[in-house]
DNA sequence: AGTTGATTTTAATCTAGATTAGAATATTGT
DNA sequence: ACAATATTCTAATCTAGATTAAAATCAACT
C-alpha cells in the first residue's frame, strides 16, 4: 500500500514502470476528486466542508482522500490551481486567435466564463487564499498576479490600438476579474443556464469597453423580464 | 457578571435601567469588534481567522469576545447583516434622491462602494453564507435577495424610462453585484486609494448600461498605467 | 471608600474534523 | 489461480480552536 508522493503514485518492485494508463487513471480520478471538491466549497462554504462531504460525492470515505492527496489544506491549493489554469488557458487561447485589444478581451472573457459552468466542471471559488500555507498561498497569489497583469495587457493593447476607450486600466481589470470570479457563487450547475450566461456575461462584461464607434453588434437583444427564479445574485447571494 | 442576551446585556436589580449610554458605549464597541472581525475575515480568510486573532485587533482576549456573541457562527452573521445593512441603504438613498433609472444605479454604485471602502469600514465579503446554522443563514439569504431584485428593479426601470439600454437584467444584475461582492479582496484601506476608488469604481461598472445618447460626461479621462503596485487582482488576487 | 453591575481575564474543558495505521478489497498482468 | 500493486475501508488518535466557569478588574454611582 504504497503512499502517493507529490502528485503520483509511487511504483516500486521488479519490472513495474508506471504505464501512461496508470498516470492518467490516477490524474483523472483526482481531477474528479478536485471538482467534487470545488462542488463542495462552492455549495456549502469552505469552513462548511468536511472531507467526509467531499468524499461522499464521490462515494468514498474520507480517508481515502489521502491517498489522492496530503492533507485538507493541499486539496484547496489543488482546487486553486485549476481553477488558474482555466483562466490561463482562457486567456492565452484568446491572445493567440484574437485580432484587436477588445477581441481578445471578448474571446478570453468568452473562454473563461465557458470554462468554469461548462466541461472543466465547477471551478472553486477563491476565497481561502490567505490560508494555504505560505509557499502555496505565494505561488497562487504569483499566478493570480500574472493572470491579472496579462489581463491588464490585453486592456492596454486594446486602448492603444483604439478598439476600447481610455480607461482606468487597474480599476477596469478589478471590477471584470471580480465579476468573473463571483461567478461560482450564483452559477449552480444547469447545463441548460450555462449556455445562457456563455451567452450573455461576456457581452456584459465588455459592454463598458469599446471606444466609440467600435461598439458590438447588438443582435436585437431586448430587456428580458429577471427570469424565473425568486431573484439572487446579489450582496453576497448564494446557496 | 450578567451575560448579554441577544443583542443588549441584560440589566437586572432594582433601580438600574440600562442608560442609552449604556447601550450606545456597548453598541459602539460591538460595532468596532465586528469591523475588526470583517477585517480579519477578508485578510486572513475565514478558517484562517480565530477568534484571538479577533481579539488581538482590539487589544482583548478571544474569551473577551464572548461578552458580545454568542459564538464564531454569530459573529460572522453580525458581519453579514452589517455589510448587507450598508448596501441597504445606499440602494435607498440612492432610489430617493435619483431621478432616472440610470441615475439611481449610478448613485447607488458609488454609495455603496463609497460606504464599504470608507467610514463604514471593512465590509466582510460574504463567502461563507452556507456555514450560518439555517436561521441565520435564511436570513441572510433573504436580505440578499431583496436586495438583489431592489437593484434589478433599478435596472428595469432604467430601461422603460430609455437611460438604460435593453440587456439582460438578471445577468448584468450579476455581474455588478459580483464586481461589488469582490471588492474586499483586493481593496485594502488606504485611505488615499480609497478616494480613488469611489471616483472610478462606480463609473467603470455603470459604463456599459448607458442607453445611446445617454452617455455619461467622460471628464477628460485618459489611459492611466496599472498604477504602481506589481499588478493584482484577479482570478483570485488577495493577500 | 463601598456597592453594584460591566467588562475582561485566566485557566480549563470540549469537540468536530482532520489525520494516521493497518487491514481489507480490487485490479491488473502473467 | 497467483502475485503484486493500487485503492479503499475501519477504527483509532490528535489537535487547533472554540467554548465555558469563575475570578479579577474597572467605572459609575451614593
Same mark, same amino acid.
Given at each position: ?13 521488479? *519490472?513495474?514502470?508506471?504505464?501512461? !494508463? ?10 474528479? $476528486?478536485?471538482?467534487? %471538491?470545488?462542488?463542495?466549497?462552492? &455549495?456549502? *462554504?469552505?469552513?462548511? +466542508? ?10 468514498? +470515505?474520507?480517508?481515502? #482522500? ?16 485549476? %481553477?488558474? &489554469? ?6 492565452? !487561447?484568446?491572445? /493567440? ?12 472573457? *468568452?473562454?473563461?466564463? %465557458?470554462? $468554469?459552468?461548462?466541461?472543466? *466542471?465547477?471551478?472553486?471559488? $477563491? /476565497?481561502?487564499?490567505?490560508? #494555504?500555507?505560505? %509557499?502555496?498561498?505565494? &505561488? ?9 497583469? !496579462? ?7 486594446? @486602448?492603444?490600438?483604439?478598439? @476600447?476607450?481610455?480607461?482606468? @486600466? ?68 448564494? +446557496?
Amino acid at each position: 500500500m504504497p503512499r502517493p508522493v507529490n502528485d503520483r503514485p509511487v511504483r516500486i518492485g521488479p *519490472g513495474s514502470v508506471p504505464t501512461p !494508463a496508470d498516470e492518467s487513471r490516477f490524474a483523472l480520478k483526482r481531477d474528479r $476528486m478536485l471538482r467534487a %471538491a470545488a462542488h463542495c466549497f462552492n &455549495e456549502k *462554504g469552505y469552513s462548511g +466542508t468536511s472531507l467526509k462531504d467531499v468524499a461522499a460525492r464521490l462515494g468514498l +470515505t474520507d480517508a481515502a #482522500l489521502y491517498y489522492y492527496v496530503r492533507n485538507k489544506e493541499e486539496l484547496v491549493y489543488l482546487c486553486y490551481v485549476r %481553477a488558474a &489554469e482555466v483562466g490561463r488557458e482562457a486567456l492565452a !487561447a484568446a491572445v /493567440s486567435e484574437g485580432s484587436t485589444g477588445l477581441d481578445k478581451v471578448r474571446r478570453y472573457l *468568452g473562454a473563461h466564463v %465557458a470554462g $468554469m459552468v461548462g466541461e472543466r *466542471g465547477p471551478v472553486a471559488i $477563491m /476565497s481561502e487564499i490567505p490560508s #494555504l500555507e505560505p %509557499a502555496h498561498r505565494e &505561488e497562487i497569489l504569483a499566478l493570480s498576479r500574472r493572470h491579472g497583469a !496579462a489581463f491588464e495587457k490585453l486592456l492596454a493593447e486594446g @486602448i492603444a490600438d483604439g478598439s @476600447i476607450r481610455p480607461c482606468d @486600466i487597474r480599476m477596469t481589470g478589478n471590477a471584470i476579474m471580480g465579476a468573473i470570479n463571483w461567478i461560482p457563487k450564483w452559477f449552480h450547475g444547469d447545463a441548460e443556464q450555462a449556455s445562457h450566461v456563455v451567452r450573455e456575461f461576456p457581452e456584459i462584461l465588455s459592454a463598458g469597453l469599446a471606444a466609440p464607434g467600435k461598439e458590438h453588434r447588438d443582435d436585437g437583444r431586448r430587456a428580458r423580464a429577471p427570469a424565473d427564479s425568486p431573484a439572487d445574485s446579489t450582496v453576497g447571494r448564494d +446557496t
